[in-house]
Nanobody, 128 residues
Framework: QVQLKESGGGTVRPGGSLKLSCVIN????????LGWFRQTPEKKREGVALLYPADGRTIFTDSVKGRFAISRDTAENTLYLQMNSLRPEDTATYYCAVRRSDRCYSTALYYPGAFLDWGQGTQVSVSS
C-alpha cells in the first residue's frame, strides 16, 4: 500500500523560503513520476514540479522556474520541494503525488488525474 505524507507548510512573508517534505512509503521503484501539485479554492489543482528518479529529470511549471527545486532522498524515502522567493500567488495547499509510470513529461503537470497516489496536503501561505 502506498502512503504519502506531506509536512513543512506554514506562513511566510513575500521573498521568504519554505521546504516541503513528503514521506513516500510503499514505492521503491525509481521508474515512477513523483510530483508536487497545489490548489486553492478558486483554482483547479495545478502541477508545480515533477521528478523522474530513474534519470534525475526535473520539470517545473513556468511560474516557479528559478525559484523552486525538487529533490529526493532515497534513504529517507522523502521527496522535497524547496521554495524560495515566495510570492503571495504561491499561497495554496501543496500536495505530493505519484504517477506509477515512466511518462514523466511536462504535459503531466496538467493532468493530476494521471497521479493515483496523493498525500493529504500541507498549507502554504505567503503574506505580509
Amino acid at each position: 500500500q502506498v502512503q504519502l505524507k506531506e509536512s513543512g507548510g506554514g506562513t511566510v512573508r513575500p521573498g521568504g523560503s519554505l521546504k516541503l517534505s513528503c514521506v513516500i512509503n510503499g514505492i521503491t521503484d525509481n521508474h515512477n513520476c513523483l510530483g508536487w501539485f497545489r490548489q486553492t479554492p478558486e483554482k483547479k489543482r495545478e502541477g508545480v514540479a515533477l521528478l523522474y528518479p530513474a534519470d534525475g529529470r526535473t520539470i517545473f511549471t513556468d511560474s516557479v522556474k528559478g525559484r523552486f527545486a525538487i529533490s529526493r532522498d532515497t534513504a529517507e524515502n522523502t521527496l522535497y520541494l524547496q521554495m524560495n522567493s515566495l510570492r503571495p500567488e504561491d499561497t495554496a495547499t501543496y500536495y505530493c503525488a505519484v504517477r506509477r509510470s515512466d511518462r514523466c513529461y511536462s504535459t503531466a503537470l496538467y493532468y493530476p488525474g494521471a497521479f493515483l497516489d496523493w498525500g493529504q496536503g500541507t498549507q502554504v501561505s505567503v503574506s505580509s
